[in-house]
């Protein structure tokens, strides 16, 4: 593969990502209890588990978002290594990344043998 093509790849995967983190974002813009339509106000409250539901897929997309935004961020630095010139070379060994993995993680910053020791 020639870097217009792992670019292409990496744009790619920017804009997906991109549209993920604007998604997630854009779900919990108000309160849980604009989100429930909370009647509190009026005496009336929503059912405790209404509120735990609701709190806990807001904390899950929380979680899904921050893991979005660290994978852009991940993407963003593989772009900045192929506008520099060391794309494509582990960051432990300096050994080439296997073409194959490129393919498979295009932002991968180690070879695989590197990456399995660093986990």
């Known amino acids: 593969m020639q870097a217009d093509e792992y670019r292409k790849l990496l744009l790619g995967e920017r804009e997906r990502l991109t549209k993920a983190v604007e998604h997630l974002h854009g779900d919990n813009l108000g309160s849980i209890e604009d989100e429930l339509g909370e009647l509190s106000a009026a005496g009336v409250d929503n059912h405790m588990g209404d509120t735990a539901?609701?709190?806990?897929?807001?904390?899950?997309?929380?979680?899904?978002?921050?893991?979005?935004?660290?994978?852009?961020?991940?993407v963003d630095a593989a772009i900045a290594r192929l506008d520099g010139g060391t794309y494509g070379v582990c960051e432990a060994c300096g050994d080439p990344i296997a073409p194959d993995r490129l393919v498979a993680i295009p932002w991968a910053r180690r070879c695989i043998d590197d990456q399995r020791r660093s986990e």
Do not use: I, K, M
Not at 56 to 69: F, I, K, M, P, T
């Open 53 to 74: 539901s609701a709190t806990y897929d807001r904390e899950l997309d929380a979680g899904l978002e921050q893991s979005a935004q660290h994978a852009l961020e991940e």
